[in-house]
């Protein structure tokens, strides 16, 4: 698993997300996220913006930021 999928799982437990209302703001199935989420299919870039959007982040601050920045950016919205 790479630094960032990782980075992603941590935020979403972080903020109590499941994979499934993930995978449905996504517009995929739980299935297909999670297998995302372990590396084992690609995350398109349509993915990632969704993900900016499901955390409330803008897209360059989800792709940068480490996960501890990130928590307290989401924190103060």
């Given at each position: 698993?790479?630094?960032?999928?990782?980075?992603?799982?941590?935020?979403?437990?972080?903020?109590?997300i499941?994979?499934y209302?993930?995978?449905?703001?996504?517009?995929?199935?739980?299935?297909?996220?999670?297998?995302?989420?372990?590396?084992?299919?690609?995350?398109?870039?349509?993915?990632?913006?969704?993900?900016?959007?499901?955390?409330?982040?803008?897209?360059?601050?989800?792709?940068?930021?480490?996960?501890?920045q990130?928590?307290?950016?989401?924190?103060?919205?």
């Open positions: 698993m790479t630094e960032f999928l990782l980075k992603i799982r941590l935020l979403r437990t972080a903020l109590n499941s994979q209302k993930i995978a449905l703001a996504l517009g995929i199935e739980q299935c297909t996220y999670s297998r995302i989420e372990r590396g084992e299919s690609p995350m398109h870039l349509e993915h990632l913006f969704g993900l900016a959007s499901v955390f409330c982040v803008g897209f360059n601050e989800l792709c940068a930021l480490p996960l501890e990130l928590l307290l950016l989401v924190d103060k919205k």
